[in-house]
């Protein structure tokens, strides 16, 4: 009975003991992680050794101010930068300002070519409108989800108006507001402190 009562102790403290390295080694490696998303900027180069996995989200975004200086600086001298920044943010897209404006340049530059090549004579107003007509594809994207979310938004926001004015009305049961004294109904609440907390 003795040498089954130190076997039992002997195999319950292994597998506590594996357990207990296992979670360890687990949870250092998702805090590396978390650590590598939170810290690393996108114009900071990768760890040489490790891959990057495609559909990898980063949890917070920096300012990147390495790729697109010259459409970035134009951007700050003429101060559209914040407007454009509100543009994609607003429709949901994860796109850098120079990310849109290169876009918009490389269609405009494609259908300036392409009106070039494709449309007899020397037609200077044809390739300018072919190319302002890609070029803006990329803003009328953006400006149709905008649109589109903002809808949903301004479509739902009286909804949750009126869940919050619901939950204001039955706030007196759950939390504890005196509901006989009317300076706690009509002006500031009064709260009633529990005795033990």
């Not at 130190?6 to 597998?15: C, P, T």
């Not at 407007?83 to 300036?112: D, N």
């Not at 949750?160 to 939950?167: D, K, M, P, Q, T």
């Not at 049961?173 to 500031?188: E, I, K, N, R």
Request: aromatic share 10%; proline share 6%; glycine share 8%.
């Amino acid at each position: 009975m003795a040498n089954f009562a130190l076997v039992a102790l002997a195999v319950w403290l292994l597998a506590v003991g594996g357990w207990w390295m296992a979670t360890r080694f687990v949870r250092k490696a998702d805090a590396a992680k978390i650590r590598q998303r939170v810290i690393q900027s996108p114009s900071e180069p990768k760890p040489a050794g490790k891959k990057s996995k495609a559909g990898k989200v980063e949890l917070i975004t920096a300012d990147d101010r390495v790729t697109g200086r010259i459409v970035l600086a134009l951007m700050e001298r003429y101060r559209l930068m914040d407007r454009i920044q509100k543009l994609p943010e607003q429709a949901y897209l994860k796109w850098r300002p120079a990310r849109l404006a290169h876009v918009s340049l490389t269609l405009f530059l494609t259908g300036f070519i392409i009106g070039w090549q494709f449309v007899p004579g020397n037609r200077l107003l044809v390739n300018l409108a072919t190319g302002a007509f890609l070029g803006a594809l990329p803003w009328l994207h953006v400006l149709r989800l905008r649109s589109k979310r903002l809808g949903a938004f301004e479509e739902q926001f009286p909804e949750s108006l009126e869940f919050c004015r619901a939950l204001l009305a039955s706030r007196p049961c759950f939390l504890g507001l005196s509901g006989d004294d009317p300076q706690g109904v009509s002006g500031a609440p009064r709260w009633r402190v529990p005795a033990r907390l």
